[in-house]
């Protein structure tokens, strides 16, 4: 947990967004962890995912859009990369060890059980193209939100190109495609060995259908090379 309280992380933020964050005492401490972990660009994909998903539960009229859901949607959101970060690397895929730390933190705040494994399904699958969508909607949504925040087409099928471009001036990108598909592979070229060539090993870490491990065979096959990991 950062020494820094909660209400010096939300000061942080442009001051038209802070009434948006969910005034419930584990999104507070939610935003601190995410705030900790991450890097900003990171961090600012993680804010611009919980607007984008509000955005579209409530352009949906979706049960999601109330009140009293919306700190569940925020803990989601906002903790979705958390496994990507050096404080909460394990042996798990980024994914897994990021639900695991989101759905402890919510129990720690006293939220259900049911609750806390509705926050872990949507951080665990929020990589998993074809399965999130058809869970539940509380993972459909996240996983929708995710993708809306990198994909102009998605954002041009749900009509979100004017919120997302006006989001964006406030939380900025900062490349957040390169930071985090390199955190990723980072993470998959060192736990559980070394990498040094085109076979690896089926880790727990990258498994070789899942994002880090798609992520990691496009990283060694162009070791040098310094943009955005073309699988990204």
């Given at each position: 947990?950062s020494?820094?309280?909660s209400d010096?992380?939300?000061?942080r933020?442009?001051?038209d967004l802070r ?9 507070q ?5 995410a705030?900790d972990a ?6 600012n994909?993680s804010?611009?995912?919980y607007?984008?998903a509000?955005?579209?539960a409530i ?5 999601w859009?109330?009140?009293?859901k919306?700190?569940l ?8 990369d958390l ?5 909460y690397?394990?042996?798990q895929?980024f994914?897994?060890?990021g639900?695991d730390?989101?759905?402890e933190?919510?129990?720690?705040h006293?939220?259900s059980?049911d609750?806390c494994?509705?926050v872990?399904?949507a951080?665990?699958?929020h990589?998993?193209a074809?399965?999130a969508?058809?869970?539940d909607?509380f993972t459909r949504?996240?996983r929708?939100a995710v993708?809306?925040?990198f ?5 041009h ?6 919120y997302?471009?006006?989001i ?15 955190a990723v ?8 060995e070394?990498?040094d ?9 990258h498994?070789?259908?899942?994002w880090p ?5 496009a990283?060694l096959?162009n070791?040098?090379y310094?943009g ?5």
């Amino acid at each position: 947990m950062s020494d820094q309280s909660s209400d010096s992380i939300r000061s942080r933020l442009p001051p038209d967004l802070r009434p948006q964050i969910p005034d419930h005492a584990a999104c507070q401490t939610a935003l601190s962890l995410a705030a900790d972990a991450l890097p900003e660009p990171i961090f600012n994909h993680s804010v611009r995912v919980y607007l984008l998903a509000r955005w579209l539960a409530i352009k949906e009229a979706s049960d999601w859009a109330r009140p009293d859901k919306l700190p569940l949607l925020f803990a989601a959101c906002i903790c979705h990369d958390l496994g990507a970060s050096d404080n909460y690397n394990g042996r798990q895929r980024f994914e897994v060890e990021g639900a695991d730390a989101a759905s402890e933190h919510c129990a720690s705040h006293g939220l259900s059980t049911d609750d806390c494994h509705k926050v872990w399904c949507a951080i665990a699958l929020h990589t998993s193209a074809g399965i999130a969508e058809r869970i539940d909607p509380f993972t459909r949504l996240v996983r929708v939100a995710v993708k809306l925040d990198f994909s102009p087409t998605m954002q041009h099928t749900y009509g979100a190109q004017e919120y997302a471009a006006e989001i964006e001036l406030l939380l900025p990108r900062l490349n957040v495609e390169k930071v985090l598909a390199d955190a990723v592979v980072k993470q998959a070229t060192k736990i559980p060995e070394k990498v040094d060539s085109m076979t690896w090993p089926d880790s727990e870490k990258h498994p070789k259908a899942s994002w880090p491990g798609i992520l990691l065979r496009a990283h060694l096959e162009n070791s040098s090379y310094e943009g955005v990991n073309p699988a990204f």
